[in-house]
């Protein structure tokens, strides 16, 4: 296909959802010269995007996983002179805290898989890590700073993208639920109909409401925010555990997992549980996922907090987002499931789709994502 088409229908492209997602996709189409309209039932930077943590992280569960984080990682540093103040972007750096000596080796081999690939980091020792973060438990073994890793404030991330995509012609229309997708038609709850050739859904978790049969789960998170105790966090902390916990497919589990916001405050993390789709605080977990942080950081537990909330991922089976084409309709896109990376990942996953939709090569492989994935594994199993 090739677009700007002459099609009749009203827009090249419909997205469906304003979080982070569906604000990069807008700003990537109307990058590439699309007609986009977008569609969303709440304000712009709403839904997961409102809930996330805004850590901009490399990330190594699958090289797939990596490649994505990377590439994605390295749009927001080229973005980075056009972000306004109030996206906050701190490039602060991540320590991945190895507590005992089982886990320095994994900080060997993250270290070594990181170097292959040209991302810096340096193994701390026990004194060093302790002289980059003295707010640590004493006795930690040492850690993996990754310093090109940095956090940023994702609802006006989300705001500043789709504020590029209207300003390119973009018509957001806010409010509107949608009701179904499919054929080249947006219908909306109150029965009206946008066309476009193609449609995206990035509904996060809430995905699968307009796309049926698909495979995304809610995946609930909690998150904390203290009070201004300027530095006592400098670097975004997370414990070597983490993986594990994200790892976990069934079951309830935390991890240590914290941010300095550049106001000061500390910004507490993180939980992950399946199954529980109600939004309101779950104490129990609560409690848990603050005594982890707790054992990492002790003066955590004299801090006051502000405010604690709770947030879905969009989880996938594989751990791998959704990008590309649906079968079966070939107006139907997706670009969801992307758990607890999104928000570093929304720029990459709008590159790989507007890539895809315009015929564009993509500067890193797309079918680790795409959706008809599933289906090929099955076929060569
Ligand atoms: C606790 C927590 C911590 C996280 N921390 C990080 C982090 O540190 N780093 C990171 O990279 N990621 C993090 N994430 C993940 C990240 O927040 C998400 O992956 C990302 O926000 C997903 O963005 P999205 O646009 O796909 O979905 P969402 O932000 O969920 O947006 C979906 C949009 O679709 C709209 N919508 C849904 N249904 C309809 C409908 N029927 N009609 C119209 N509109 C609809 C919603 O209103 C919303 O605007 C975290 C998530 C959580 C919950």
Not at 45 to 58: C, E, K, L, N, P
Not at 255 to 263: E, G, K, L, Y
Request: net charge negative; charged share 20%; with cysteine.
């Amino acid at each position: 296909m090739s677009y700007p088409s002459t099609n009749k229908a009203a827009y090249d492209v419909a997205v469906v959802g304003t979080g982070i997602v569906g604000a990069a996709c807008a700003d990537e189409f109307t990058r590439r010269g699309l007609r986009v309209a977008v569609i969303g039932e709440d304000i712009v930077g709403s839904g997961a995007t409102a809930a996330g943590m805004g850590h901009i992280v490399v990330m190594d569960d699958s090289q797939a996983q990596f490649a994505l984080t990377r590439y994605s990682q390295q749009l927001w540093q080229e973005l980075l002179p056009e972000l306004p103040g109030p996206v906050e972007y701190e490039q602060c750096g991540t320590i991945w805290v190895a507590a005992d000596e089982e886990e320095m080796i994994e900080v060997q081999r993250k270290h070594a898989y990181y170097g292959e690939r040209e991302v810096p980091t340096q193994v701390l020792d026990a004194k060093e890590l302790q002289s980059l973060e003295p707010n640590l438990r004493p006795g930690m073994a040492g850690g993996l700073l990754v310093p090109e890793d940095g956090v940023l404030y994702p609802p006006c991330a989300a705001l500043f993208l789709m504020e590029r995509a209207q300003a390119r012609g973009a018509k957001l229309n806010l409010g509107i639920k949608v009701a179904q997708i499919g054929q080249g038609t947006v219908r909306l709850a109150d029965g009206a109909e946008i066309s476009a050739e193609i449609i995206v859904n990035t509904a996060g978790a809430s995905s699968p409401d307009l796309t049926p049969g698909l495979d995304v789960k809610k995946r609930k998170g909690h998150l904390v925010i203290t009070d201004r105790y300027p530095g006592f966090v400098r670097h975004q902390l997370v414990e070597l555990g983490y993986l594990q916990s994200a790892h976990s497919m069934s079951g309830d589990s935390v991890a240590f997992n914290v941010q300095p916001r550049r106001t000061g405050q500390i910004l507490i993390g993180s939980s992950r549980q399946y199954g529980a789709e109600h939004k309101e605080v779950d104490n129990a977990i609560l409690v848990r996922m603050l005594q982890r942080a707790q054992e990492y950081m002790p003066g955590l537990s004299q801090m006051s907090t502000v405010r604690t909330w709770t947030g879905f991922r969009a989880a996938t089976p594989d751990k791998l987002p959704l990008i590309g084409p649906c079968t079966g309709d070939k107006s139907a896109f997706l670009a969801t499931g992307h758990e607890g990376l999104g928000i570093t990942t929304s720029l990459g996953t709008a590159r790989i789709l507007a890539d895809q939709i315009t015929g564009t090569k993509p500067e890193i492989p797309v079918e680790p994502y795409l959706p008809s994935r599933r289906a090929n594994e099955h076929m060569h199993a």
